[in-house]
């Protein structure tokens, strides 16, 4: 982890799961160390998360469910002025998008939510005052009890960005295909 800066969040990098979609669908090993362009998945989502400057955890204790590895980055964090939640299995999110929901995140808005073109994303950035209900999650359906209950109070910002990175994610041999491609596209642009 690097150290906190002065009001800035928290990313947290999840890489506590099995993977059993992705080896189920005929992957072999875990995601996070599958290759993407010659480096392994988690490595090339941490690679964006240290270009981006803001602070990070890596969580990779082997919860039993989402929501404990959320619950457990937080509290290991306690003192951030809010969290970034990115899947380990994102490596095409861009630095420029880690930065953009971390300065969105203030104010009136307790949440705040990725989207390209239309579909919602990762990283979900949440204010210093949904840390209690963070720290007590349970289960694996991660944070989405809390958006859902920000959204209903309008506390939740949805953030166009330009950034396919946010809804690419590694579940299955294709989708690390797919993100290769994407990849390779980016750096030969």
Not at 76 to 81: G, I, L, P, R
Not at 132 to 142: K, N, S, W
Not at 152 to 173: H, M, N, R, W, Y
Request: charged letters at 15%.
């Amino acid at each position: 982890m690097t150290t906190q800066k002065a009001n800035s969040p928290v990313v947290i990098v999840l890489a506590s799961g099995r993977g059993e979609r992705f080896i189920a669908a005929g992957g072999t090993g875990s995601k996070l160390k599958a290759l993407l362009a010659g480096k392994p998945v988690l490595e090339r989502t941490l690679d964006a998360v240290r270009a981006s400057g803001l602070p990070w955890h890596v969580e990779d204790a082997g919860h039993p469910g989402m929501g404990d590895s959320i619950a457990a980055a937080v509290r290991a964090t306690s003192d951030a002025q809010g969290w970034l939640i990115l899947p380990g299995d994102l490596p095409l999110v861009l630095p420029a998008t880690l930065q953009a929901v971390a300065a969105a995140l203030g104010g009136r808005v307790n949440a705040v939510q990725p989207q390209y073109r239309g579909a919602r994303g990762h990283p979900v950035g949440f204010g210093a005052g949904c840390g209690v209900q963070l720290a007590t999650l349970e289960g694996g359906l991660g944070a989405s009890s809390i958006l859902r209950s920000m959204r209903a109070i309008d506390s939740v910002a949805d953030l166009a960005v330009d950034d396919v990175g946010v809804v690419t994610d590694i579940d299955t041999p294709e989708a690390l295909a797919q993100a290769e491609a994407l990849w390779l596209a980016r750096v030969n642009a």
